[in-house]
């Protein structure tokens, strides 16, 4: 995913280990970002366009169920590149989601919400543009082979 060559990375941890924090290099890097990318790509957008906290998000039965079919998108287009961090779309919600979210982070806003509040640009097209790239170099169509309804719908709306 961040390419073949570690030689980039191995020059940044030199400069970086020069510097105040602690860096080291993390094998599983990538199962990392994805996670993240999966968690910022359903949870982020959804909420800054219905407007709920994370947890109304994953309270609502409609906002839940639209975050477990944009998990399942960016999951099927990960399974095409060798990664499947989880079984399905709704067990992501149902397991990992719901752990995170429930108690402590139920009452977090999106920063998208915040960044359309203050009328600034979002990361929407960014990260749906990431999963969009991925099932490209994938040679998956990403409307043809990978039905994504939710993730365009997500994207239109936001423009």
């Known amino acids: 995913m961040l390419g073949a060559s570690e030689a980039p990375l191995a020059a940044f941890l030199g400069l970086a280990a020069a510097g105040v924090l602690p860096v080291a290099h993390d094998p599983a890097i990538s199962d990392t970002i994805l996670f993240k990318v999966l968690f910022n790509s359903c949870m982020n957008p959804t909420a800054a366009l219905t407007g709920p906290s994370f947890g109304g998000l994953l309270e609502n039965p409609h906002s839940r169920l639209l975050v477990a079919d944009l998990a399942q998108e960016a999951l099927e287009v990960f399974a095409a590149r060798g990664c499947r961090p989880e079984e399905s779309g709704q067990v992501h919600v149902d397991g990992t989601l719901s752990r995170i979210t429930f108690p402590g982070a139920a009452g977090h806003r999106s920063s998208m919400l915040q960044d359309i509040e203050a009328r600034r640009r979002m990361a929407i ?10 099932a490209r170099r994938a040679g998956l169509s990403f409307f043809r082979f990978i039905r994504s309804p939710c993730r365009s719908s997500i994207t239109w709306m936001r423009r």
């Open 125 to 134: 097209d960014v990260l749906n543009g990431a999963i969009a790239e991925m």
